[in-house]
């Protein structure tokens, strides 16, 4: 699975997209990622297994501590990959307007005849 696929793949879940949110604010513990889910602490850790082989979060040694942080660099990879199709699309949908207000303009002319 390339970099890519493995984002979109980590981010369609909704709980591991809650904990990327989190992570936005900041880094934090497992203890503290798990608290406002109703879930295990094994169910979360291996969300954040996925994340982290994704490349979105990483984690510190600190002490006993090992907090997790966001990464934003395969996140940055994916907003670039949408924004492209978004572009595409948007040129598509101008044409698209341009055509329906010819046809409108025909249409028109037509009727005043």
Request: no cysteine; aromatic share 6%.
């Amino acid at each position: 699975m390339n970099s890519l696929d493995s984002t979109f793949a980590a981010l369609a879940d909704p709980t591991r997209r809650a904990i990327l949110m989190r992570l936005a604010r900041g880094e934090a513990t497992v203890m503290n990622l798990a608290k406002p889910f109703k879930m295990s602490q094994p169910a979360i850790s291996q969300h954040l297994k996925v994340l982290a082989e994704a490349g979105l979060i990483s984690t510190t040694i600190r002490a006993q501590e090992r907090p997790r942080r966001l990464e934003t660099a395969p996140l940055k990879k994916a907003i670039d990959w949408i924004e492209k199709y978004r572009q595409m699309w948007e040129k598509r949908y101008k044409m698209l307007d341009g055509l329906l207000e010819e046809l409108q303009t025909i249409q028109t002319q037509g009727d005043q005849k």
